[in-house]
């Protein structure tokens, strides 16, 4: 069984400090992952995601991420944050094994960025 | 442009007055989804689509049904609809089944039912 932990559901940085916000996951098997980011009123959009390969994700915006297996994390980290990164961020998971329809969610994380 | 489009964006109904949500993409894509997001609990399934004239439920489908008589569009409908429905909806969808597809979404619907 999947399941995704985001830890803080809220996060507040001041603009320029680092971004960390943290996921991590249960899967009986390397699974995928994803970011999404959903600014105020609008959709989910995918900032990163991995699958295969190179453990550090490089994606949208200056974001990216590291899988860690042995930590079973994906943390996502920008290292200087702007105010237009003020959104909800969600951590996503699917099991390479079980099919299409198996993305799970965490609960999210509300980034505030302090001027 | 390549997007999921939902409407309504708002809607304020009240108890056991029949609704549908309207979703559509102009991608192809083969798999398309439903989801409630309510604070705290994140992002929960509600019914998917692998195909035309296939759906199945996922997490948390009742009191909800969908239908998918065309590839592009897949509405949800409530029946009767009750508070505990108020919530925010996405449509999704992907190219296609692999796991690793990465999904759109589109921009929401807050419902809010009386």
């Known amino acids: 069984a999947q399941s995704v932990t985001q830890l803080g559901s809220h996060v507040s940085v001041s603009e320029g400090a680092l971004v960390l916000l943290r996921c991590n996951y249960s899967s009986s098997v390397p699974p995928y992952l994803f970011w999404y980011v959903q600014y105020p009123n609008q959709g989910l959009q995918l900032l990163l995601k991995?699958?295969?390969?190179?453990?550090l994700v490089k994606g949208i915006n200056g974001f990216e991420a590291e899988f860690k297996k042995s930590e079973t994390s994906f943390h996502l980290t920008k290292p200087s944050a702007h105010m237009s990164d003020a959104a909800e961020y969600f951590c996503?998971?699917?099991?390479?094994?079980?099919?299409?329809?198996?993305?799970?969610f965490g609960t999210g994380t509300r980034l505030t960025v302090i001027p | 442009e390549a997007q999921v489009t939902q409407n309504p964006r708002y809607l304020i109904t009240v108890t056991g007055k029949k609704l549908t949500v309207t979703c559509s993409q102009n991608?192809?894509?083969?798999?398309m989804s439903w989801y409630r997001q309510d604070p705290g609990l994140g992002l929960r399934q509600i019914y998917y689509?692998?195909?035309?004239?296939?759906?199945d439920k996922g997490d948390v489908p009742e009191g909800y049904k969908v239908s998918r008589k065309e590839k592009r569009n897949f509405p949800l409908i409530l029946e009767s609809p009750s508070p505990n429905q108020t919530s925010l909806y996405f449509c999704?969808?992907?190219?296609?089944?692999?796991?690793?597809?990465?999904?759109?979404f589109g921009p929401g619907t807050r419902l809010t039912v009386l």
């Open positions: 991995y699958t295969t390969g190179a453990t």
């Open positions: 996503a998971v699917s099991d390479p094994q079980t099919g299409a329809n198996n993305l799970f």
């Open positions: 689509s692998m195909n035309v004239e296939v759906t």
């Open positions: 999704a969808s992907k190219p296609g089944l692999a796991s690793a597809d990465t999904q759109y």
């Open positions: 991608m192809n894509h083969e798999y």
